[in-house]
């Protein structure tokens, strides 16, 4: 059965946080969509293809997607599994206050706006937001819930500013740095529909009609990071919703999503979080404050 269900999570004068959770009956583009205000979904699980005009994104863990008022768009979903987001809608007067803090260049324009569609988030954003995800189903105190949602907000917005600025310089010919970006967003589909799987660069590479070298190259040019790094980020990322549930050993966890055996796990975990799977766990039950103190964002 289809379900699609938004939940508002916490909500203050500058502030809304969201829990948006989506199982579609079929992979068919939906109907053309507008969102009422600004808004950074933080994917938790899954992915999603969001076209605007001709262009289509693949959204998934390791980006942050970005949602502009006066921007319509067509939302599908490649996988069968759906996704599972958390939606933070800043008030104009916050969204300004950041942008001018992060990226004055956002704020020149009549009304500030981040000036990006999507950015890759950094690990630590993304820990940072499955830790606050956990402790404001929990009831956390509302006064440390924002205060650390804020520095998430400006962590995200700060991210977006860095991609903005690193961003290579097309190619002289238009036609070629848009056959990159599709192949790119080819390749992110790819991986998103394999997460849990370990596909070499030639399975990949023949799944999008690229030669292995090509398609190593334009990738990592366009992303930032290796293909194998990009991978390993998307199955941690995804493995973090797993953890947060008690009753599933960690072995499982780390098995389910793709990784050899427990140790395997641990070590990929702590090079990419700072952090054991297990200290992940107990820091999820600990207060906000404390989170604060370990995680500096």
């Known amino acids: 059965m289809p379900c699609q269900r938004y939940t508002t999570l916490f909500r203050s004068p500058d502030l809304t946080i969201g829990d948006y959770h989506c199982r579609p009956a079929t992979c068919a583009e939906g109907s053309e969509e507008q969102s009422c205000a600004p808004s950074i979904a933080l994917l938790r699980t899954g992915a999603f293809t969001r076209r605007i005009g001709r262009a289509r994104q693949i ?13 319509t768009y067509h939302v599908s979903h490649p996988t069968d599994q759906g996704d599972d987001c958390s939606v933070f809608t800043p ?3 916050l969204l300004a206050e950041v942008l001018e803090d992060v990226d004055p260049r956002a704020t020149r324009g009549a009304s500030p706006a981040v ?26 105190d509302g006064l440390e819930i924002e205060e650390l949602a804020l520095r998430l907000v400006r962590a995200v917005l700060r991210d977006a500013a860095r991609f903005r600025g690193a961003s290579p310089k097309r190619p002289g010919r238009t036609d070629t740095h848009a056959a990159h970006v599709e192949l790119v967003e080819r390749t992110k589909l790819e991986l998103a529909r394999r997460v849990c799987d370990r596909p070499t660069l030639s399975d990949v590479a023949g799944a999008v009609h690229a030669s292995p070298y090509h398609l190593s190259r334009v990738f990592s040019r366009s992303v930032g ?28 966890v780390a098995l389910d999503a793709g990784y050899y055996d427990h140790s395997h796990f641990t070590n990929a975990f702590r090079r990419e979080f700072g952090l054991t799977p297990s200290r992940c766990r107990r820091e999820g039950r600990t207060t906000l404050r404390e989170m604060s103190k370990s995680f500096q964002v």
């Open 91 to 93: 008030s104009p007067r």
């Open 115 to 140: 000036p990006v569609d999507q950015a890759p988030t950094s690990s630590r954003v993304h820990l940072i937001h499955h830790l606050l995800f956990g402790s404001v189903r929990r009831g956390a």
């Open 225 to 252: 990071v290796p293909m194998n790094r990009y991978m390993d980020r998307l199955r941690l990322r995804h493995a973090l919703d797993r953890l947060a549930d008690d009753r599933l050993p960690i072995t499982s």
């Open 59 to 71: 959204a998934d863990a390791n980006w942050a997607v970005f949602f502009h008022p006066d921007v």
